[in-house]
Each structure stands twice: as structure tokens, then as C-alpha cells.
């Protein structure tokens, strides 16, 4: 069972930056796509980010050029580094990654979020 723990949320003030990491554990045989979504206060949850197992990169428009997504194989971690925060990136953030377990079994986890709140 993969399982993704999310870190880094914080308050910050308007124009500031933060790093989300979003720890991965398990067995993990390959991966296929990641992603980062995030819930403001009293919406639905939103896309903000994908990145695929090709590299290719997705981002909300909201966030296109102050945010990138990315992954260190390695520490079997993916990142959000957020810059030039804005009150309306408040919200919870939660990363979601898919993958395959073994050749004949897949998996699509969520983390549990993190708090962002930017504000004055």
C-alpha cells in the first residue's frame, strides 16, 4: 500500500514563497502521473498542477508561472514551490500520485493536506 504524507504548509504573507513536499512510501513498482490539488475555504476541491511520468507539466492558469511541480525520484518525494503568493492561494493542498504496485496492480493515493494561508 503506497501511502503520501504532505508537508510544508504555513502562513505567509502576500508575495512570499513556500515549498510543499509530498512524501511517497511503499511499494512502488512505476509511476504514472502526480499531481497537486488544492481547497479553498467553503469551494470544491481544484486542480493545480500535474506533472507525468514523461515529464510533461499541467498547471492551473491561476497558478501558471509562480508555481512548478516537481519530483526527486530519489526520495520518492514531489515538491510545489509556490512564489509570489496571493491571499487566493489560501486553502488546503493535498498531493494525489498513480502508479502500479507490482505489473498487475495499480494505485491512486491521496495525502491527507496541508494549510496554506496567505494573508497580512
Known amino acids: 500500500q503506497v501511502q503520501l504524507v504532505e508537508s510544508g504548509g504555513a502562513l505567509v504573507q502576500p508575495g512570499g514563497s513556500l515549498r510543499l513536499s509530498c512524501a511517497a512510501s511503499?511499494?512502488?513498482?512505476?509511476?504514472?502521473?502526480m499531481g497537486w490539488y488544492r481547497q479553498p475555504p467553503g469551494k470544491q476541491r481544484e486542480l493545480v498542477a500535474t506533472?507525468?511520468?514523461?515529464?510533461?507539466?499541467n498547471y492551473a492558469d491561476s497558478v501558471k508561472g509562480r508555481f512548478t511541480i516537481s519530483r526527486d525520484n530519489a526520495k520518492n518525494t514531489i515538491y510545489l514551490q509556490m512564489s509570489s503568493l496571493k491571499p487566493e492561494d489560501t486553502a488546503v493542498y493535498y498531493c494525489?500520485?498513480?502508479?502500479?504496485?507490482?505489473?498487475?496492480?495499480?494505485?491512486?493515493?491521496w495525502g491527507q493536506g496541508t494549510q496554506v494561508t496567505v494573508s497580512s
Open positions: 494525489n500520485e498513480r502508479g502500479r504496485t507490482s505489473y498487475f496492480s495499480m494505485y491512486d493515493t
Open positions: 511503499g511499494r512502488i513498482f512505476s509511476i504514472d502521473f
Open positions: 506533472l507525468t511520468s514523461g515529464g510533461l507539466t
